[in-house]
Nanobody
């Protein structure tokens, strides 16, 4: 059974940093593009970052470019999101998504909450 488990969320002050992790199981991790999305109260879930399956080419939403870094470790079936210079508007539940390179299979994690506040 496919599963994604996020971790690393928490409370951080503005300007601070966090590292989120998402560990996959139950499917061939290297056959999936990995993405991070986030959702804050009253808003739709929005794209944050993605990384391609083999070459690890990243892509970012304009709101996080230059502050966030996505990377993956295919040997450990894990994708990371390094978040620097955090702002209150980055507060949200962060979700991990695995999207198959071939076909239309998606897997979502249950999310990890990030709160940026002084």
């Amino acid at each position: 059974q496919a599963q994604l488990v996020e971790s690393g969320g928490g409370l951080v002050q503005p300007g601070g940093s966090l590292r989120l992790s998402c560990t996959a199981s139950g499917f061939t991790f290297s056959n999936y593009i990995m993405m991070w999305y986030r959702q804050s109260p009253g808003n739709e879930r929005e794209f944050v970052a993605s990384v391609t399956s083999i070459r690890g080419v990243p892509n970012y939403a304009s709101s996080v470019k230059g502050r966030f870094t996505i990377s993956r470790d295919n040997d450990k079936s894990t994708v990371f999101l390094f978040m620097n210079n955090l702002k209150p508007e980055d507060s949200a539940v962060y979700y991990c998504l695995a999207r198959a390179v071939v076909g239309d299979m998606d897997y979502w994690g249950k999310g990890t909450r990030v709160t940026v506040s002084s």
